[in-house]
């Protein structure tokens, strides 16, 4: 499966544990990484020497993203919250 354009999920749903450029803390689930363009959604340093292998062995599948950006959405807020029970919690 190829990357879906102007869909991002992968790099807003789930939380990054490690420090990735522009976020040394990570980031929370369902935050926008710093490195996303707002208006396309793509990736500012992908391919680049510093893109984070966190997010080079993130690939395209069906069972992660849907057919939309809405499915990805639910997929992985899903799996997110499955994998890490104090997401969600107030």
């Known amino acids: 499966m190829k990357c879906r354009s102007n869909c991002g999920m992968c790099c ?3 939380s ?6 522009g976020m ?5 689930a369902g935050e926008m990484c710093v490195n996303m363009d707002p208006e396309d959604f793509s990736c500012g340093i992908w ?3 510093n893109y984070p292998a ?9 069972a992660f993203c849907g057919h939309s950006q ?10 997110e919250a499955e994998t890490h029970p104090e ?4």
């Open 54 to 62: 966190f997010c080079h062995s993130f690939q395209p599948e069906e």
């Open 87 to 90: 997401f969600g919690r107030t």
């Open 70 to 79: 809405d499915e990805a959405e639910q997929i992985l807020t899903l799996m």
């Open 47 to 49: 391919g680049q020497e």
């Open 24 to 28: 040394p803390q990570g980031k929370k």
């Open 12 to 14: 807003i749903a789930p």
């Open 16 to 21: 990054i544990i490690q420090a990735i450029p």
